[in-house]
């Protein structure tokens, strides 16, 4: 996929630029592509560097992702629901294509535009699947192209969408626990921020005028909160670029992400929510493929790309290493570990009675429900631990600015009236 600036002459007589991503070996493809979708003649046309080429891509996915997974999951279950039904592939991304959202054209429309303007230029519905990567998991285009060789389409993209949909509520179950708690620091952050540039500022002065003794904790508090007001901007700054930074570092070092995640493997409420996760995702995305009629090594191949947690990643590709020399998946997972004896029994079981795919489901089924509950429970317990520290907080501000000013509240009482 190659990034291209371009201006374009168009028979109107007007003059129009912009970038986009074509799918293209070469710039006269690419011309010839342009001159003809925008009815104009090419000015310009320049291919970005690889380095600048991959930042847009990631500032355009950032910013406006291409479509996100509930999404693509209605997508393909509308192509399967009408190809079942004897509607061809074209005319069933047509009508994808036609549809709008709430807010104009949807994602899916305009994904589904650009899949036919692949298939118009002859490309098969498996090749325009693959050139667009950043919209359709690895899984999605290798059951489409399973469909195309087999002629059973309409059974692989609806095995597609459940299998989309089924991920996005494994993420979701996943990310569900850090709601509340994240909603609750976001208060106590602004909260905090309005005491540090309003409150404690009026307090001090008000403390320097009376020429009050302030104990020890409240003179920190004070000088703190001076020192964050004098350095806020240089702070913020420093937090945004060292977002930046971590993020990009994440998105293109390989040994970033490794070292993150085995260290995540090895915390202790982390540790349970990595395992569960991961073998979740991995005996759904192996029931999927060895289902769909893939063998096992290319299955794991496959997972290797859809993988995100480095730290089985690292074990699948041990695996398929082992099967290559002939080895069974029952032995391979036993010999390079990091996976419970259950599922390695199942797994043998499975081999010698050639139902590999559906204790692959029956495992999937079983680690998804352990991951939701464990979310579950792990809400249960966030909750009771963030009031508790929100209750630390403002016990914490009592204790050093309110004191202070019951105290002169209290002198000023006590003292004789003149």
Known sequence: MNVYYYRLLLSSGRVRAGITQLSVEHDASARMWLEKNFDAVVLKLYRLPGWLAETQRSISHLVKPNIRPIELAGMLRDMAVMTSAGVPVMEALRAVANEAGSSGTSNAARLARRLLEELDAGASL??????????????????????????SMDKMLMEAAD??????????????????????FSAIFAAGG?????????????????NADLPPLTVAVMAGSEWLIAHGLMIIVGMAVTAFVLWVTWRYSQPFRRSVHYTLHKLPIAKTIMYSSGLAFFTEYMALLIRAGVDMVSSLKVMEKAMQDEYYR??????RQVLERGDRM????????????????????????????AQFSRLSEEYSMRLQRLIANLSEIIKPVVVLFAGGM???????????VYDLVRQAINSPQL
């Open 126 to 151: 498996s090749d325009a699947f693959a050139r667009y990567p950043d919209a359709f998991p690895e899984t999605v285009r290798n059951l489409v192209m399973i469909g195309d060789e087999t002629g």
């Open 163 to 184: 299998h989309i949909e089924r991920v996005a509520k494994m993420t979701a179950d996943t990310r569900q626990a850090l709601i509340y708690p994240a909603f609750v």
């Open 194 to 210: 309005f005491w540090i540039y309003y409150v404690i500022p009026n307090l001090s002065e008000l403390f320097k005028q009376m």
């Open 314 to 319: 690292d074990r699948i590709i041990a695996i």
């Open 330 to 357: 029952s032995a391979a997972m036993r010999q390079v570990g990091g996976f419970p004896s259950m599922m390695v029994r199942m797994v043998g079981v499975g081999e010698e009675t050639g139902t590999l795919d």
């Open 394 to 404: 403002f016990v914490f501000l009592i204790v050093a600015l309110l004191l202070p």
